[in-house]
């Protein structure tokens, strides 16, 4: 015997050993067995105490200690009171022109019941006078209510008065005068203008609202129920029934809570689905675990105990991974999914076990006959389940070192709650499994287990184990289908099909901004969407170059007043800023302060030098205080600068542009260009920093967190699967103890993830955070499959490799093939969700679920025929009707030893 062999023979004893003591021990105490594993669910639920969520995108999705984090830190650190964003598309009810006087008009009602209408949070109430985001500038004239909120829009023309543009005999000029063409072009939607450059028409235009946001971190989570309430009270209120109510306007909108609003109500309108998913895992557990109608032979109890088991495991894991400081995500609400999925598939080679183990009728069994039953079927069942869980369990932990926070405590979340299947499977199952023999034994009721049913168990046909008619399936004609020589040769055939399909897919995968996608089919925020790809094609995300350094920036003044001159051709290639020549996409306050200087002339209160500035730095600080302070030419700028503490120079300046649109067509859909905004980020960062004559400056974007993210996820994706499946063939190589039956299990498993890759392709699954986290999990499933039908081949005996596969396939395809079924209808009806989160979770899992069976059931048994090594020393022959013969197990006191 090779050393090989006999390391072989040592694990497959030890773990057999091992499982035959639990076996004995659960088997003589089944009550203190299932106390015992309540009670230490109950000492997790400790963890609870010092429970954690965290719903913010930059610590969830984003690595830790990035450049973006670095520049939104020091941004925040000058400008910390961000503003809440809320903005409506009106366009024509009837389509064509929105620059008429009616729709205007329309227009301005509706602005006034948002100005005018009262919130009540808290007990106070709220206007938007008293949120806003104050400004100044917001008016073509006058300083009054409104007018010193932060609104963009073209009412500004008629300050917001509705008698005002009613009285106005010629409307089209005062729109005209609210400034250049292209500052036009960027508030009104596909505009036109006659040969003069006055505007003729629109389809569209914007009103923006800014309030002072007083967001709070609660739990992980961003609250700032204030403004959140007048979002819902006032904006979202009106803005939704504009349709309904104005007959030349119609209405497409967003707010600041819009997102977060929408998908949560995607995921918490999915709760039932995710009830719908248990009990069709409960009925199709019960039906294929015993007989169908209550009484011998049924396990409607079992399948109940299963479910007991996914959720004692879930709760005790949730609660240690909370004691060891990890932060309970959004998508941690997947994980009751994928230890359904595990766990079920333990049980049915668990009840596999007990079934085969079963030499006689249950009336001969006392109960010192089932405790050694029970010891015979974990001995068994044990190496199977340990090598699934254990890969499982490698798989994820290796991924909770992952360098995303949310992948990382998600994996964790899992390994945790993959060790506590693995333990209450072994203990709290098989425990409930002896009371449930007991009862069948003692022909007692199952719902009501302490009554004896009145008709005798039927003793002439309790024989003992019988296989089934899937298992009869395997033996009769799906192993000999498979593992005749024309069946080899098509089965290797169509396998290596898939494996270049898989490949050609993962070639091909891209990294995409899927956060449309998160956004329910019926939402208003895809509307609105919709209509600004529509309308504001060429508007894109906001971008802000930030100044430091006192002094330096009064001796640079010249050079900041014309930055636009260095941002100016950028448009068509990267770093894709757009052109600086409207106000919406262009905003520097020394521009403007240079200009009011040139106008102003005599009448700033200061000596100008001969190159038109202030002569000296605290007159500029002077001037350029006044010029942007309330009441003051510049008073949009107010929030653009910074003084120092004494106030005798300005530290912080701050020149806001913006992208071109960088989106691209996906099918049917318009989805945010990954790539071009990567490429864009690290480009303008690139220019930024070649401006060594200017002072010290950095760039900021609130999407530059997100496209951090971009940059490392497909590694990411690549690292974590590479890794897990390296840890698989470790922990396998192990745990199944036959290098040869090893490799051919990682083969499987390494094949099916490369095939799921393309099918992720072809179907339009993009790498995201979603399919990253699935594609994970899916190394643990599908290792499940091959593990099961491989470790069961190694216990097969005889010479014959063919006849050991179908052995393998007889004994282990049907408890495969249920766990694999119930897993796959389970999620099926997720299919169904609006959430994203869900439809790709059921997509991804019934691959993992279809694929991982095929390799299992189809392409490693033929695999195994050809290459397959030697069996285990314990392994013994079983009869044609797949009945163990007298010496196919080893003896209890051979594991016991």
Not at 649 to 670: C, F, I, M, N, W
Request: with cysteine; charged share 20%; aromatic share 10%.
């Amino acid at each position: 015997m090779s050393c090989v062999e006999k390391f072989g023979n040592t694990v497959e004893h030890t773990i057999g050993g091992f499982f035959h003591k639990v076996g004995l021990a659960v088997g003589n105490r089944p009550r203190l067995t299932i106390l015992i594993c309540f009670i230490v669910t109950a000492l997790t639920g400790y963890g609870f105490t010092t429970w954690e969520t965290e719903n913010r995108q930059q610590k969830l999705w984003v690595p830790q200690d990035t450049l973006a984090q670095d520049e939104t830190e020091r941004y925040q650190n000058y400008f910390a009171s961000n503003a809440r964003f809320n903005s409506v598309i009106l366009s024509a009810g009837s389509g064509g022109n929105v620059l008429t006087k009616e729709s205007l008009v329309q227009a301005m009602e509706m602005h006034k019941e948002i100005e005018t209408k009262v919130s009540l949070v808290e007990d106070k109430n709220y206007t938007l006078t008293d949120l806003c985001v104050k400004a100044g500038g917001s008016c073509a004239s006058g300083f009054q209510g409104v007018c010193l909120c932060l609104v963009n829009s073209i009412l500004k023309q008629w300050n917001y008065d509705v008698e005002l543009l009613n009285s106005d005999t010629d409307f089209m000029t005062t729109l005209t005068n609210y400034g250049s063409k292209e500052s036009l072009e960027a508030v009104l939607g596909n505009p036109t203008f006659d040969d003069n450059g006055n505007i003729v028409s629109a389809e569209a235009f914007t009103i923006t609202y800014f309030l002072e946001s007083n967001m709070e971190v609660v739990n992980g989570r961003e609250e700032d129920p204030i403004n959140e309430g007048w979002e819902e009270t006032v904006f979202l209120s009106v803005a939704e029934g504009v349709d309904s109510k104005y007959s030349n306007i119609n209405s497409d909108y967003i707010s600041s809570r819009s997102f977060s609003d929408e998908f949560g109500g995607a995921i918490t309108g999915d709760l039932l689905l995710v009830q719908i998913s248990y009990v069709v895992a409960f009925l199709y557990l019960g039906a294929n675990m015993g007989n169908v109608k209550c009484g011998t032979g049924s396990r409607w109890t079992m399948a109940f105990s299963a479910l007991m088991v996914v959720i004692l495991s879930t709760g005790a894991g949730f609660g240690v991974s909370s004691i060891f400081g990890f932060f309970f995500g959004p998508v941690h609400s997947l994980l009751p999914f994928i230890l359904l999925g595990i766990g079920v598939d333990d049980a049915f080679v668990i009840v596999n076990a007990f079934n085969r183990e079963r030499d006689g009728p249950r009336s001969k069994e006392d109960n010192e006959a089932l405790t050694q039953r029970c010891a015979r079927a974990l001995a068994r069942a044990g190496a199977s389940i340990t090598v699934t869980s254990l890969t499982d369990l490698v798989a994820f932990g290796i991924s909770a070192s992952s360098s995303l926070p949310a992948l990382a405590s998600f994996c964790a979340y899992a390994s945790f709650g993959i060790l506590f299947l693995w333990i209450f499977a072994s203990t709290f199952f098989s425990a409930t499994m002896v009371l449930d023999e007991r009862r069948q034994r003692d022909n007692r009721r199952e719902c009501l287990c302490c009554l004896t049913r009145k008709v005798p168990m039927e003793e002439d046909e309790d024989t003992g184990f019988e296989e089934g008619r899937v298992s009869r399936y395997f033996r009769n004609y799906h192993a000999p289908a498979i593992l005749s020589i024309p069946g080899k040769f098509v089965t290797l055939l169509v396998f290596t099909g898939l494996l270049a399909f898989g490949i050609f897919g993962m070639l091909n995968l891209s990294v995409e901004d899927s956060q449309r996608s998160f956004i329910p089919d019926d939402s208003y925020l895809l509307e609105y969407f919709d209509a600004a790809d529509k309308y504001y094609p060429s508007t894109g995300i906001e971008l802000a170059i930030v100044f430091e350094g006192s002094s330096d920036i009064y001796a640079s003044r010249e050079a900041l007043a014309t930055l636009d001159e260095r941002l100016a051709g950028k448009s068509t290639k990267a770093p894709y800023i757009a052109e600086p020549i409207s106000d919406t996409a262009y905003t520097n306050i020394m521009a403007g302060f240079s200009s009011y200087l040139k106008t102003a002339g005599s009448n700033v209160n200061v000596t100008l030098g001969s190159d038109g500035w202030p002569a000296t730095e605290a007159e500029f600080v002077t001037a350029l205080t006044s010029y942007a302070g309330f009441g003051g030419a510049g008073s949009q700028y107010n929030r653009d600068f910074i003084l120092s503490a004494d106030a005798k120079s300005v530290d912080v300046v701050v020149v806001k542009s913006e992208y071109v649109r960088l989106t691209k067509q996906s099918g049917d859909k318009v989805i945010d260009d990954a790539d071009s905004q990567i490429e864009a980020m690290d480009e303008t960062r690139a220019l930024v920093s070649s401006w060594t004559d200017l002072p010290q400056r950095f760039t900021y974007s609130e999407k530059f967190i997100g496209i951090e993210s971009f940059k490392v996820i497909k590694k990411e994706l690549f690292l974590n699967v590479g890794l897990a499946i390296l840890a698989v063939a470790i922990i396998v190589f192990f745990t199944v103890a036959s290098p040869m039956t090893s490799f051919l299990i990682t083969i499987n498993v390494a094949a099916c993830i490369i095939e799921i890759l393309g099918f992720m392709y072809a179907l339009g699954i993009v790498i995201d955070s979603v399919s990253v986290i699935n594609m994970v999990l899916a190394v643990g499933l599908s290792v499940d499959y091959s593990a099961h039908v491989g470790h069961c081949f190694m216990v097969k005996g005889g010479e014959d490799k063919n006849k050991r596969a179908l052995e393998a396939l007889a004994d282990m395809g049907a408890s495969v093939l249920n766990g694999a079924i119930s897993t796959f209808l389970a999620v099926v009806v997720l299919l169904f969700s609006s959430s994203y989160v869900f439809r790709v979770l059921s997509t991804q899992f019934a691959l993992t679920v279809g694929l991982g069976v095929l390799h299992g059931l189809v392409g490693l048994p033929v695999m195994l025929s050809v290459l397959g090594p030697k069996p285990f020393a314990s392994a013994k022959d079983a009869d044609a009707s797949g009945k163990p013969t007298s010496t196919d197990k080893a003896s209890d006191e051979e594991l016991d030893a």
